[in-house]
């Protein structure tokens, strides 16, 4: 029995909301607060609706540390599920410190100004978070995060030298809008417009964005055209499997996708700087995002499926051996039953499961921790009975 906390009711924080909703006896309060009061109502009265549980509601400006601290220390939560924005994660992990909580997030943090995510940020709270007997679980969302307990679960239980790994991100749904994104347009656009980047023989390597794709038969979904971009778990990855040779991050782009973003980025709607307009500073990827749908409203006529998973090659008892673990979801299932597409979906699952394995003791630690370092088997029996089972073809 436990408090939780979520901040940040977009997309993913809906999900969450919902699932904890689900599994009472483990969150037996919840309390979702975030910027915008209202939309926080409006899954509070969800839940209400489909599964007859009352959560409380609040108002927080999580970049604020003062008032997410009197937050905490009136509330007195076990855990806080960060799923508001990366702009957040350090606001929130100063203030889980100061108020003496566990913290859960689902990306890394990104400095406003510069599209750069690096876990050198959230890596330095490592000393104060283990002397203050706090635990910090890192990227508990589909990629990072199951992405990366596939890896370990290979590592542990698959191979007994891993060579190579390809993280595959295959998004095949419509939406029916001509160019919107999954999850929060800005953090979204700011990811896929930077340089590609992989990991081989000891070094990263760098190529233009976009120049490099290969097409793959996703399960069921069919092949599709991959392009390789940069993918924050690839840091931690690099880190934690022992052995490793390559790894590269792939993700699917329709072609009508990628017309769009290159003629928002050719005429400058992408940027990130301030410009002055009519007298005042605009940010132009911040007034992109006021025009592109809202993730959350896309879910209701969604189709398809998200296809994902980690493709690794190694060496089993003297064998060469190549396996590829994934999940598939259906984003009109995740609809029925949570109101939400299936990649604010595949993301908010994780995140309660890894909540689960802090809140139940099956993870624990002090200091900051990455989802490879922890123990994989029950995370992923978990996550298969909570919404994302899980499969491994072997190649
Ligand atoms: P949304 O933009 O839909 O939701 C973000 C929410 O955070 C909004 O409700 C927003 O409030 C709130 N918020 C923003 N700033 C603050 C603040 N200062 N204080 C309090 N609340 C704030 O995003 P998503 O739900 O799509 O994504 C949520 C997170 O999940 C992101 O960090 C994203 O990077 C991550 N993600 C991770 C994935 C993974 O697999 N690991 C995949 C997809 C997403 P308001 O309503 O006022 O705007």
Redesign the pocket.
């Known amino acids: 029995m436990s408090k939780v906390l979520i ?8 999900v969450v909301a919902h699932k904890c909703a689900m599994v009472p006896d483990v969150f037996s309060e919840i309390l979702l ?4 009061l ?2 926080c109502e409006v899954i509070q009265s969800q839940i209400r609706e489909m599964h007859g549980r009352d959560i409380q509601i609040a108002q ?5 540390v003062a008032q997410t601290v009197a937050l905490l220390r009136s509330y007195e939560p076990n855990l806080v599920i ?8 350090l ?1 929130l992990m100063d203030a889980c410190l100061e108020a003496g909580i566990d913290y859960l ?3 890394n943090y990104e400095p406003p100004d510069v599209a750069k995510f690096e876990y050198k940020w959230q890596w330095a709270y490592q000393e104060r978070y283990e002397k203050a007997g706090l635990m910090a679980l890192l ?9 990366n307990v596939f890896c370990a679960y290979a590592q542990q239980d698959l191979f007994d030298e891993i060579h190579s790994i390809d993280i595959l991100d295959c998004n095949a749904g419509n939406h029916g809008h001509a160019f919107a994104t ?7 656009i700011r ?1 896929i417009t930077q340089p590609g980047r992989y990991w081989e023989d000891g070094a990263w390597r760098e190529i233009a964005p976009m120049s490099v794709d290969m097409t793959f038969d996703f399960p069921e979904v069919g092949p599709r055209k991959a392009f390789l971009i940069y993918h ?1 778990e690839l840091e931690s990855l690099v880190r934690n499997i022992r052995g490793l040779r390559r790894i590269r991050f792939w993700m699917t782009f329709g072609e009508e996708y990628l017309t769009h973003l290159r003629v928002l980025q050719n005429v400058g709607m992408t940027r990130i700087d301030p410009v002055e307009f009519q007298g005042q500073q605009i940010v132009p990827i911040q007034f992109l ?1 006021a025009l592109l749908p ?3 409203s896309l879910a209701e006529n969604y189709t398809g499926k998200t296809s994902i998973g980690c493709l690794i090659d190694g060496v089993k008892d003297g064998k060469l051996r190549k396996v590829f673990i994934y999940n598939v979801c259906d984003h009109a299932e995740c609809y029925r039953e949570v109101r939400a597409q299936a ?2 979906y ?3 699952v ?2 309660v499961v890894g909540a689960m394995m802090m809140l139940t003791g099956k993870w624990r630690g002090k200091g900051v921790f990455n989802m490879e370092q922890l123990d994989p088997h029950p995370f992923l029996e978990a996550l298969a009975k909570h919404g994302l089972p899980w499969h491994i073809i072997e190649l």
Not at 60 to 64: I, L, R
């Open positions: 901040i940040g009711a977009g997309g993913v924080g809906g607060a975030s910027r915008t209202r939309r927080v400006d999580a970049d604020n960060n799923v508001a924005l990366p702009y957040q994660d606001p997030d689902t990306a990227g508990s969302g589909f990629d990072p995060g199951v992405t999954n999850f929060n347009p800005e953090i979204n990811e924050e995002k809202d993730p959350a990649v604010s595949t993301t908010g994780p995140a």
